[in-house]
């Protein structure tokens, strides 16, 4: 079962080595991948949202989600599982990135994305929640095209990360009004 399940997750991998990466297109998501390394793009996005009254609340309810998508995802999970990188056992597959140093399950990429971009969502005018949920997207599926996380890893991070950015937006609302203003 366990066999069966790996060709399918590493199946997808290759088919999209194959049939979806184009020298015109490497570059491009190694950008966009380089968004959420280490959440950079999603924390230096909450600083500038914590600036503006308007926005303080996305901007808190951002960083509780990011805290705790750090917490589950990366010191709990990723030691816990310990999943290997699909690199390393997807024979054929070749990664585009420098090799991670962590575990391959759940995609920290994924889960900080889509923490944040859900967290946020409530508290922004729609649209720009819509491109921000968007970025979440694309920097989850930049881990595939790159081949450094299984799809099951990216989709374990995002469902992960929606639940824990709902968590934040909740929490979030624990905050004073006089400091954060309603939309």
């Keep these: 079962m366990i066999d069966t399940f790996l060709q399918w997750d590493g199946g997808i991998l290759l088919w999209i080595q194959e049939n979806l990466r184009a020298d015109w297109l490497t570059p491009v998501m190694q950008a966009v991948t380089f968004l959420g390394d280490s959440g950079w793009f999603w924390i230096a996005l909450a600083a ?3 600036c503006f009254r308007p926005t303080r609340r996305a901007a808190v309810a951002a960083a509780i989600a990011l ?39 759940p995609s920290g990429h994924a889960g900080a994305s889509f923490a944040a971009s859900t967290a946020m969502f409530p508290h922004l005018k729609r649209r ?5 949920m968007v970025l979440a997207v694309l920097i989850a599926l930049s881990r595939l095209y790159l081949g450094v996380h299984f799809p099951t890893d990216v989709a374990a991070g995002a469902l992960i990360g929606v639940v824990l950015g709902m968590v934040g937006s909740r929490l979030s609302c624990r905050f004073p009004d006089r400091w954060c203003e309603r939309r």
């Design 48 to 50: 500038v949202l914590c």
């Design 67 to 105: 805290l705790l998508s750090l917490l589950v995802n990366n010191l709990f999970l990723k030691p816990l599982v310990d999943r290997t990188r699909p690199y390393e056992v997807v024979e054929g597959l070749v990664n585009l990135v420098p090799p991670p140093g962590d575990p391959s399950f």
């Design 128 to 132: 720009w929640g819509v491109c921000l």
